[in-house]
């Protein structure tokens, strides 16, 4: 469990005390965990260099 984990806004303080006691930045508290967004073709391209690293694994990262 993480400390940001212990600030609640059903708790009987303000979020802005719980952020203060527990030691957080209350900006941390509002913002929403997003996971990295990668686009098809992001997606197309490692699929890509996986499938020729996988041809020639000897290749190096200057001809990768």
């Known amino acids: 469990?993480?400390?940001?984990?212990w600030v609640g806004a059903t708790e009987g303080f303000a979020v802005s005390r719980q952020c203060?006691?527990?030691g957080?930045?209350?900006s941390t508290i509002y913002v929403?965990?997003?996971g990295?967004?990668?686009s098809d073709e992001g997606l197309l391209?490692?699929?890509?260099?996986d499938g020729e690293?996988?041809?020639?694994?000897?290749?190096?990262?200057?001809r990768m």
């Open 53 to 62: 690293y996988t041809a020639h694994p000897f290749y190096g990262t200057r």
């Open 24 to 26: 957080v930045a209350r």
């Open 45 to 49: 391209l490692c699929r890509l260099i």
């Open 1 to 5: 469990m993480t400390r940001r984990e």
């Open 36 to 38: 990295p967004v990668v």
């Open 32 to 34: 929403r965990n997003r």
């Open 20 to 22: 203060q006691l527990v």
